[in-house]
């Protein structure tokens, strides 16, 4: 009962538990807080921050969004040994899925911060890669209701930003 803000700092995960845990931190009437360039809050971890009554952005950027997709090992496994109408019917099935996972995330998105351009723009930044809008336009786009300004001394120096940088890339490679 005494906690009243989630930092957040996470690349994401499950799309439907993102959505469960910003349920959860709507019904609490918690602030969710990101401390963008340090923490993030990408993927489904997006979908959590944005159930936050308050939604506070710290420094230039820190939520990310992306289409979301079925990894390839399941959709292998989905399709696995099935030919004709089994495979059809498999992806008749994959296809409605996919459909009310969509509609899950705009019926979510309308409900928590009642504007979805948002995910317009996490469909059109494709499955692949990390769309990050800046804070400006997370606030016009009701992701973020606040942001708060780096100080001088908190902006992270040029050699510690390209090391961060070759780690992400060193990970994703």
């Known amino acids: 009962p005494d906690v009243k803000r989630v930092s957040i700092n996470s690349p994401g995960g499950d799309l439907l538990t993102g ?3 910003g349920e959860i931190i709507r019904e609490r009437k918690l602030e969710t807080y990101v401390e963008g360039g340090v923490r993030e809050a990408a993927s489904a971890a997006a979908y959590a921050f944005m159930g936050g009554q308050t939604r506070v952005i710290k420094g230039t950027r820190g939520v990310g969004v992306h289409a979301f ?3 390839a090992t399941q959709v ?3 399709v696995k040994q099935k030919s004709g109408d089994e495979l059809v019917a498999t992806l008749n099935e994959f296809e409605r899925s996919t459909q009310e996972s969509t509609m899950a995330v705009v019926e979510y998105v309308i409900a928590m911060i009642g504007d979805t351009r948002i995910v317009a723009e996490a469909v059109k930044s ?3 890669a990390m769309l990050w809008l ?7 786009m009701k992701v973020a209701t606040k942001k708060v300004e780096l100080r001088p001394d908190e902006i992270p120096d040029a050699d510690w930003a390209f090391g961060e940088t ?3 890339l060193a990970l994703w490679l």
Not at 134 to 140: E, K, N, Y
């Open 166 to 168: 070759v780690t992400a």
């Open 76 to 78: 292998r496994a989905m």
């Open 126 to 128: 494709g499955s692949d």
């Open 69 to 71: 997709y079925t990894p």
């Open 19 to 21: 959505l469960k845990l």
């Open 134 to 140: 800046g804070t400006d336009r997370l606030i016009d």
